[in-house]
């Protein structure tokens, strides 16, 4: 099907674009479009105007700032972030859930502000956002600019806490983890391009005696939003992880899950692989934070 | 900044194989459609419409895009190569002389897509491994080969690639 008449706006600066999304009642802004124009196209959703991001220069990078954090802007592409070595070398986790997102041809369009904007609940990057602890970046009109942690910007499924009609995701960005750190991204899925049924993102820094000084466990596809499971970063803090304890926080942190059941799998099946995905990514995270696992 | 109404049509100039064309499009005009039915580059095809089957895909600015996910409107200003730019003079491809070779093909009606991603892979990846070949056509379906035959044509591409190159 081809999707629903609409106007098409391509304006070449942010300000330009977040005028016209004040402006035009009902517009939504086009990123990569690998969501977007496929809703469309189904007539899921059916925007009066789009406002294409594309245009716009200098929303495309990864860099390093010089405190360490590591800024990217919201139209990378996938496949830019997938093959930065700054990212494969820093979060592992993410550049394995970049690698493993879509198919080549959908990291050749797809942007990580798209993804992260579009807010799906079963998506690869908002659980590994809220991991790493990133902060996302909100332009509004006038230059004007809002810091919001990845714990706090997934609202709902499909919500985030973007301001609708005004504001617009710009950049995100990475804080460092201290050296000793390490983490993961596991997902299961019935095919590789297919959406997630369970995925989850570790990461954790540990001390020289390998006791977890901090660590975050979040899981995607089980919730209308990334799930901390703070139940199991509570277990691991303080300790060194082995088979046994990996165990015991996997159960913990997935005890109080109710996971959706749909054509992919049931509830029960979410939270059994969930399980068991937590602990794996647990024991992973650990190796590569004690150095003795790539 | 452009800016086009629902029902105005845009002027859109693309370079399809070396060549630039003209043509005035609406808004939801996809990029598979122009090629198809305004430009007549029937080569990429329209397989499932959703984005999952990759028949559509083309080379948009040195990168493989699936076409029906992309507007017209979009591709303003982008070189595109589709099938028909890797035949040269008359001669196939390397990549078009393994699949014939290798008979990765049966119905073929996937093969535009298959060809297109390959032909990326390998502009990125000279001497891909097996599985780095099946990760690179993981957004191509075959409902035929199985993919096994796919895969040997895209490595003896390679090699036939390398060959060339060093004679």
Known sequence: MRPAPFEYYAPTSVEDALRLLEEKEGAKLLAGGQSLLALMKLRLLAPPALIDLNRIGGLRYVREDGNGWISIGAMTLYDELEQSPLIRTRYPAMHEALYRLGDQQVRNRGTIGGSLAHADPSANLPPVMVALKAQLVAARRGGERRTIPADEFFLDAFTTALEPDREMLVEVRLPPWPPGSGGTYMKLSKREIDFSIVEVAAQMSVDGDGRVKESRVVLGSVATRPYRATAAENVLSGSVVDDALAAKAAEAGTKDLEPPSDVQASSWYRKEVAKVLVKRAILRAWKRARGVEQ | ?167
């Not at chain 2, 080379?59 to 493989?64: A, F, K, P, V």
């Not at chain 2, 200003?77 to 028909?84: D, F, K, R």
């Open chain 2, 1 to 167: 900044m452009s800016e086009i109404g629902a029902q105005e049509l845009m002027h859109v100039r693309v370079k399809v194989n070396g060549q630039w064309y003209e043509a005035d499009v609406e808004p939801r005009t996809l990029l598979i459609d122009m090629l198809r039915d305004v430009l007549g580059f029937t080569g990429p095809h329209i397989g499932c419409d959703t984005g999952h089957c990759g028949a559509c895909t083309v080379i948009m600015n040195g990168r493989s895009v699936k076409s029906c996910m992309v507007l017209a409107v979009q591709a303003d200003g982008s070189e595109i190569m589709t099938v028909e730019g890797l035949e040269k003079d008359g001669k196939l491809h390397p990549l078009q002389e393994a699949f014939w070779e290798n008979h990765a093909l049966q119905c073929g009606y996937c093969t535009p897509g298959q060809l297109m991603s390959a032909y990326f892979l390998l502009s990125r990846n000279p001497n891909p491994s097996e599985e780095e070949i099946r990760k690179g056509i993981e957004g191509n379906l075959c409902r035929c080969t199985g993919y096994v035959n796919i895969v040997k044509a895209i490595k003896a591409a390679a090699q036939k690639m390398a060959d060339a190159k060093m004679s």
